[in-house]
């Protein structure tokens, strides 16, 4: 094949045009703890702080790379070419001083070398790049061949180098290792299909790999089958080997589990079977079991059964009956321990089951339906003496709430028919049909079957739909069997036992004034597009041939289909630098022909590589069925002249009269054209070539502002310092679109600030704060989202108005609606998934996303993974709606997600009123003092040399040291609280707190007013204590210390759970035999400090993260709040984590 130089004409290397910079790569805990950190490492000067951090991270291969090389010989295959080992001269004596060395990569160009030689190497083995009409045998003989190969490895390295493009995760893991720097290892059970003639007409057959990377695995999406047998090869147990394998190297995998009997049905040895719904629940704890048992996220499995199904019913409502189960025990636990508690801690005042307190507890308990049996534990435990404890469970997706039930560990989908629909709508009844007969079960009426299917997703976000009739009208090899599952994210849908690798173009770099030339209009630059699909579509197939797979039966079929993904990603950003709605039919029009094009290229280089190399395996026996859906595709493409064949619903047609750049139409439709004409004559070498994919971590790295064909999710982002911290800015992309719709400098300024805020406060409050000796960093105030978290503004004289006001001024209104100067007609260009800000209300409706996937779908070889977003306020019926509009439009798949439908993400500030005035404590302390007569100014200072004592404990598993201070006549004067390992936030604020208290006790404050008022404070950590012989169970911290200090300086043992006489304590410190009341009945003004440094706020922080466009989930990884749903999985914009397979 012909390879064209389009970017690196001219040069000596492809890094000529590209400036490169030394970096730092760290990622931090939300408390400042280290996740991990990489100095001097060599990347683009252009890439971002976040894309360095996921290269470095996730990508850098971090051992085994040698500082030293040497290449290996081969016959026919270029010295630039050659693989490279470990150069073992330099492991002799005489080369001390520059020694073999064995460590990570630490540059972006050994990356892409690695990536773009490896791609180049198995192209070169395998005849790719002879020049047309020339045969396999002969590609070695001609120079051309090697000028094709070489144009290939620069323009591909450019590409990544430049953010064009990027693979799938598994290949920035493992491509290209043993070709780059010889890493090898024992096979780890793979398999591979090459070229033998086997006879019967057969030309390749399966072999086990001998090494573990030799051949890569570069997939990522996977489909896999199952059989009705428990233990045989193929079957239940089977599966969850394979789903294992697949889930710990980070791939993900699909299967449809309606071959699997129903609950009642007869089993061939007699018995009958426990039904589909025991068996899921088994694999769904396998999968969870691999999720914490070491991998780098979260196990990514797709769970689909047919509507006909005999255990359909009990499947749709999997999720939401056990999330009801979350919810008894969130709610359950903390009742139980707040009662059981009480029961412990009043036997501990009175020792006596007859104690009135003890009683009262106990009635209590009975009254909150806790059983009999265990409130009897608890008093025994009390009796003898030993120390309890009930653990609190929380909403949280990663808590042991959620570990506890099952159905979490997967996507779940309903695959229904036209027939299904169809008898929906005219009212008719369902039958659910045996597994092993056909017979039917159970008939029900389709309309209630539909009902729970969508109350269902209202309430859990699952189940989503394949619309399997659609996805099988599209079927281009309908002789190998039905498509009946997909990969978890649902872009991948072909046949079981086969596999696809994927890669996205950034098309955001599309889009400038010619990207080549430099010059004329703003546009999308399409003759680039072109050049780089058809590059990547060689990379795909290239990739199928050097593949290992987990199985043979993956390896067979992925080899025989040769199924590919290339995509897009960044479509958002593209619409909105364009100055397009989202939703709109410019902005449809426009992802139509990007789409259409993309295709139709992939389609056309397939088929020229037919041409040279021979079509898939068995595409000979689909001839017919694939060149119907090329025609479809074309039909789509083209003016309207061509009808649909055999489509059980036809799909929108790209449209042609709102297209921005018309000339795009006409390219689309001579490509599909040439596809098609090419296909004919030489058949196809991938039986698919594109899907839309989520892209979460590969996004990241090419610096995307959306993923997939997402909208973007918010206007204002934090972008990350070099050297660490964050700072506020606007969507690149408002200024470029705001240019484009002719917006002046001065305007767009505005325009920005009114969205980010000036960063800087009003003089009147930066005046109040050096008054009173407050400092608060400047940087602090650039990135705050809400002033009210800074500091007590109420304090310093400021009413809600004033804060109102100086809050949009300070950090903005995060929307652009209302911005000066900026038209309403305009805003519809800035809309998001969500709601931007406090402030905004528009976002993109449901129907604006399914007429987005609906006018792609009909030039997408496989499916779109999307999730479509719901508003809390969505009711039942609008899910039905938007289901039913999915496949009206000829979708292939619809998930929805509904705002506050999962238990652990909470609710959008927009749902609950907002208390300015400060949160109110869950369990308000006593009055500390009591307002009367006299007013104490003077301070009683200790002296520099003091008493005291140190006491040691281990409070629920937290080691804490409390110190005391006191005065000559012993009473105590100061407290110190250390936690040395608690994250910053928490230690920072206990110190506050024992200032705060030491304050109190040196301007009169009684002690026994801070005991009444802190112990029973309740808060965690909580529960037994170690090491202390007087207390044994505590409910915070905070009641620990004045449980102590009560104890020691108040002889308050009725607070102690363990007697004088049983313990063998010794008073440190002299203490006091009475409370020494200094002043009565006082009033207490805490006096200004010489000077403050105000800690970081402690604002909700799920609640600030949904303000800023995120789902309020906290990542798994670095502990950041800054999740975003991404297809149908959610992604780390901090450090690009995702819970699913991209």
């Not at 909150?368 to 265990?374: K, N, V």
Request: charged share 25%; hydrophobic share 40%.
């Amino acid at each position: 094949m012909r390879i064209d130089r389009l970017f690196t004409a001219g040069v000596n290397s492809p890094y000529d045009k590209i400036k490169f910079k030394r970096a730092t790569s760290e990622i931090k805990n939300p408390d400042g703890s280290i996740v991990f950190r990489m100095e001097n490492i060599e990347v683009p000067e252009h890439w971002s702080q976040v894309a360095i951090d996921v290269l470095a991270q996730k990508y850098f291969r971090k051992a085994g790379v040698p500082n030293h090389l040497e290449p290996v010989y081969e016959e026919g295959v270029p010295m630039w070419l050659s693989r490279r080992i470990p150069n073992r001269a330099y492991s002799s004596p005489d080369a001390a001083e520059n020694e073999l060395t064995f460590g990570s990569e630490t540059s972006a160009k050994q990356v892409f070398d690695r990536l773009a030689g490896c791609w180049t190497y198995w192209g070169w083995q395998n005849g790719y790049f002879a020049p047309e009409g020339t045969k396999k045998g002969d590609a070695f003989k001609l120079r051309d061949a090697e000028a094709n190969a070489l144009a290939f490895f620069d323009e591909l390295r450019f590409m990544l180098a430049q953010q064009m493009f990027a693979p799938n995760s598994p290949q920035w893991f493992n491509t290209g290792l043993h070709w780059a720097y010889g890493i090898d290892g024992p096979a780890q059970g793979h398999w591979y299909v090459a070229d033998r003639d086997v006879g019967n007409g057969k030309n390749y057959m399966e072999f086990r790999s001998k090494s573990a990377y030799e051949r890569p695995q570069p997939h990522a999406c996977f489909i896999q089958s199952i059989e009705d047998d428990l233990v045989g090869n193929g079957g239940i147990m089977d599966l969850w080997t394979r789903e294992a394998r697949l889930f710990k190297y980070g791939s993900g995998t699909g299967s449809n589990f309606s071959n699997l009997r129903g609950k009642g049905e007869k089993l061939s040895g007699g018995g009958q079977s426990s039904g589909m719904m025991s068996f899921l629940k088994i694999g769904d704890r396998a999968a969870g079991a691999i999720k914490s048992g070491g991998t780098t996220r979260r196990a990514a499995k797709m769970v689909v059964v047919n509507v006909d199904h005999p255990d359909i019913e009990e499947y749709i409502g999997w999720k939401v009956e056990e999330e009801k189960k979350v919810a008894a025990l969130v709610a359950g636990s903390k009742a139980a321990k707040k009662h059981l508690m009480a029961i412990y801690e009043a036997w501990g005042d009175g020792e006596s089951r007859e104690t009135p307190s003890v009683k009262s507890a106990i009635r209590a308990a009975r009254a909150a339906f806790l059983p009999d049996s265990y409130i009897q534990r608890v008093l025994q435990l009390a009796e003898m003496g030993e120390p309890f404890d009930f653990p609190e469970f929380d909403v949280d997706w990663q808590s042991p709430a959620y570990e506890t039930v099952s159905g979490q560990n997967s996507n779940n989908t309903v695959s229904v028919t036209d027939a299904f629909l169809k008898a929906v709508d005219s009212g008719h009844m369902w039958h659910l049909k045996s597994r092993t007969t056909g017979e039917t079960v159970k008939s029900v009426p389709a309309r209630d079957l539909w009902d729970q299917i969508c109350r269902a997703a209202w309430e859990s976000a699952d189940p989503g739909l394949h619309f399997n009739t659609t996805m099988n009208d599209w079927h281009t090899c309908p002789a190998g069997g039905r498509i009946r599952a997909s990969n978890p994210c649902s872009e991948y849908m072909f046949l079981d036992d086969t596999a696809c690798n994927l890669a996205s173009a950034n098309l955001l770099k599309f889009y400038g004034k010619n990207v080549l030339k430099q010059g004329g209009p703003w546009e999308f630059d399409v003759d680039a597009f072109i050049h780089v699909c058809r590059l990547i579509q060689i990379v795909l197939e290239i990739s199928v041939t050097m593949a290992q797979f987990p199985s043979k039966e993956i390896a067979l079929l992925s080899y025989e289909y040769r199924t590919t993904g290339l995509g897009f990603a960044n479509l958002g950003g593209l619409l909105m630098a364009m100055g397009l709605p989202y939703d709109s039919r410019e902005g449809r029009a426009m992802a139509g022909a990007i789409s259409a094009i993309m295709t139709g290229v992939a389609y056309r280089t397939s088929a020229e590589m037919a041409r040279e190399l021979g079509p898939f395996a068995k595409f000979a026996e689909n001839r017919d069925a694939m060149l119907r859906v090329m025609s479809n595709h074309y039909a789509a493409a083209e003016a309207g002249s061509t009808q649909f064949d055999g489509l059980s619903i036809c799909p929108p047609r790209l449209d042609w009269n709102a297209l921005p750049q018309t000339e795009m139409a006409g390219k689309a439709t001579a490509i599909w054209a040439d596809a098609l004409d090419l296909g004919m004559l030489y058949g196809y070498r991938n039986a698919q070539t594109t899907v839309v994919a989520p892209t979460g971590t590969i996004g990241l790295l090419m610096d995307c502002d959306t993923t997939g064909i997402e909208p973007d999710f918010a206007l204002v982002k934090f972008k990350k310092l070099a050297g660490g911290g964050y700072f506020k800015i606007i969507n690149q992309q408002v200024p470029a679109a705001l240019r484009k719709l002719g917006y002046t400098e001065t305007q767009i300024d505005a325009i920005s600030k009114y969205a980010i805020g000036t960063g800087v406060l009003p003089s009147k409050f930066d005046l109040a704060l050096r008054a009173a000796s407050i400092i608060i960093p400047e940087a602090q105030v650039k990135s705050t989202f809400d002033i009210r978290f800074l500091t007590k503004w109420k304090d310093l004289g400021f009413t809600d108005a004033e804060l109102e006001k100086a809050n949009t001024e300070v950090c903005g209104t995060m929307t652009l609606e209302g911005a000066p100067g900026l038209k309403p007609e305009h805003y519809q260009i800035f809309d998001c998934a969500n709601p931007c800000g406090k402030l905004g209300t528009r976002f993109i409706a449901t129907e604006g996303h399914i007429l987005m996937m609906a006018a792609v779908q009909p030039f997408i070889s496989g499916a779109i993974s999307k999730t479509i977003n719901m508003p809390n306020t969505a009711t039942v019926e609008d899910v039905a709606k938007a289901y039913r509009m999915s496949w009206k439009l000829g979708l292939k798949a619809n998930a929805i997600y509904r705002d506050g439908s999962k238990l652990s993400q909470p609710l959008s500030s927009a749902l609950v009123d907002d208390e300015p005035t400060g949160d109110e404590p869950a369990d308000a302390p006593k009055t500390l003092v009591q307002v009367v007569e006299k007013l104490v100014r003077k301070r009683e200072k200790l002296p520099s040399k003091r008493g005291g004592y140190t006491q040691k404990a281990i409070v629920g598993g937290h080691k804490v040291y409390l110190r005391t201070g006191e005065y000559p006549d012993g009473r105590l004067g100061e407290i110190f609280i250390d936690m040395h390992k608690e994250g910053a936030s928490f230690r920072s604020m206990m110190n506050a707190f024992a200032i705060a208290v030491s304050l109190g006790l040196q301007y009169g404050v009684p002690l026994d007013e801070f005991v009444d008022a802190f112990t029973f404070f309740r808060f965690e950590p909580s529960g037994f204590v170690q090491e202390h012989d007087r207390i044994r169970q505590v409910t915070s911290i905070v009641d620990f210390v004045f449980r102590d200090i009560a104890i020691n300086y108040l002889g308050r043992d009725d607070l102690a759970h363990v007697s004088p006489e049983e313990s063998n304590h010794t008073a440190m410190g002299t203490g006091v035999d009475k409370p020494v009341t200094v002043i009565n009945n006082v009033v207490i003004t805490a006096p200004a400090a010489e000077e403050k440094e105000i800690a970081d706020a402690a604002p909700d922080k799920r609640a600030v993260a949904k303000m800023s466009g995120f789902t309020g989930d906290e990542c798994g990884n670095c502990n950041s709040f800054t999740m975003v749903r991404n297809g149908t999985c959610l992604k780390c914009e901090t450090c690009g984590e995702t819970t699913g397979c991209s």
